[in-house]
């Protein structure tokens, strides 16, 4: 059974940085898989934020580019999102996402990330 687990929300002060971490357990081939980060603001729908594919290569959507960097370590199942300079617009909850060919989507439960101006 495949469980995703997310770490590293809090507050932080405009500019400011944190880290976001994501476990994934009950992946049996990691090299098929892409994870992901999304954000889900108050009020609003979720949005992916950044996608590092099975071969390394990653996609950011324009608002995080230069600020976020998504990385991931194989061997140990984990995909992390360096924030960096960080927003008020920001502010949501963060989602991992886990996507394998042939399977639904799956998604940790989140993590809030509050930016204060």
Known sequence: QVQIVESGGGLVTFGGSL?????????????????AWYRQPPGKQR??????????NTFYIDSVKGRFTISKE???NLVYLQMNSLKPDDAAVYFCNLRMPGHPDYWG????VNVSS
């Open 47 to 56: 949005e992916l934020v950044a996608r590092v594919y099975s071969d390394g």
């Open 74 to 76: 194989n061997a140990k």
């Open 109 to 112: 439960r989140g993590t809030q």
């Open 19 to 35: 880290r976001l971490s994501c476990a994934a357990s009950g992946v049996t081939i990691p090299s098929l898989y892409s994870m």
